[in-house]
């Protein structure tokens, strides 16, 4: 993709700690961020258009990283991209443990059922506990879900849940577990189903409904009503992350993982391999104060 942008190589660059929001477009924080944040922000070009393509393109090598992960992707488990039975739809032969020293599965302890995602509070709660493992890395990653749906404005579980959940039962079959005849049917039928989506504009925007509030999608449409809960859930991230920067020691840095499509080149929300503007323009602020 030739579009002039730098490219993110966010290893590559001077930080002690990187703050990574899941699925956060470049023009949606460019217009929010600096209620926030002060610092020099630029529009970089992301490796992937979803978090199993950037982190596959991104962690090549051996690196010296504590990983604070909100996102069951990137996880400690040891299972490799293409070997993940839920909503990876990939053929990437990773795993975080093969270049991550020290992955801190956030998804796992700090999960809140009832909002079906790890709540941005929690990145801060793990930080905390893991303080040891983050002073002894050369530099820390704390990888946010927000404004990646499920939407906190709505209280409610979505689609995240399940993949989350799918995840972590996996992990526990590796250790010696014995998925049911459901189960199993089940896992061969998934990627095909996936796949099926991620190629159907209308399926796209379906799979979009289920975190949305339904009246507001009747009064004011799906894109519309999928921005405000975006932007509502950006807003969330962006406070809580302003108030942990004071508490953080180091050069900081905010950018994202990949973007998130809102009905662009006939895209909803972000699948593997898609390189179209709304989901690898991301931003990159070098933090210089909070508000």
Known sequence: MDDGL???RFLEREWDVCIVLDACRYDRFEA???????????????????TPEWAYRTFTGEHDVAYFSG?????????????????????????????????????????????????PSALAEALERHRD????????????????????????????????????????ETDGGDP???????EALRPRVEQFLEGHSLMQKAGMWVELDKR????????????????????????EVADLIPNLEGDVVVTADHGEAFGEDGVWEHHVETHIPSLVEVPWLEVEAVR
């Open 71 to 119: 996102n069951p992707f990137v996880n400690g488990l040891g299972i490799p991209l293409k070997e993940l039975k839920w909503g990876a739809s990939c053929e990437y032969d990773w795993t975080a443990n093969d270049h991550i020293d020290a992955v801190i599965d956030v998804w796992k302890e700090g999960w809140n059922d009832d909002l079906g995602t790890v709540p």
């Open 180 to 186: 049911g005849v459901v189960d199993r049917i089940g």
């Open 133 to 172: 493992t983050a002073e002894s890395a050369d530099r820390s990653v704390l990888h946010y879900m927000q404004p990646h749906a499920p939407y906190l404005d709505r209280e409610t579980s979505g689609k995240l849940s399940t993949i989350k959940n799918g995840i972590q039962a996996q992990g526990a």
């Open 32 to 50: 929010r961020y600096d209620d926030y944040l002060i610092g020099d922000l630029k529009r970089l070009r992301s490796p992937g258009s979803s």
């Open 6 to 8: 730098p490219p993110q």
């Open 216 to 239: 507001s999608i009747v009064t004011s449409g799906t894109r519309e009503t999928a921005l405000n809960h975006y932007d509502r859930n950006l807003e969330i991230v962006l406070d």
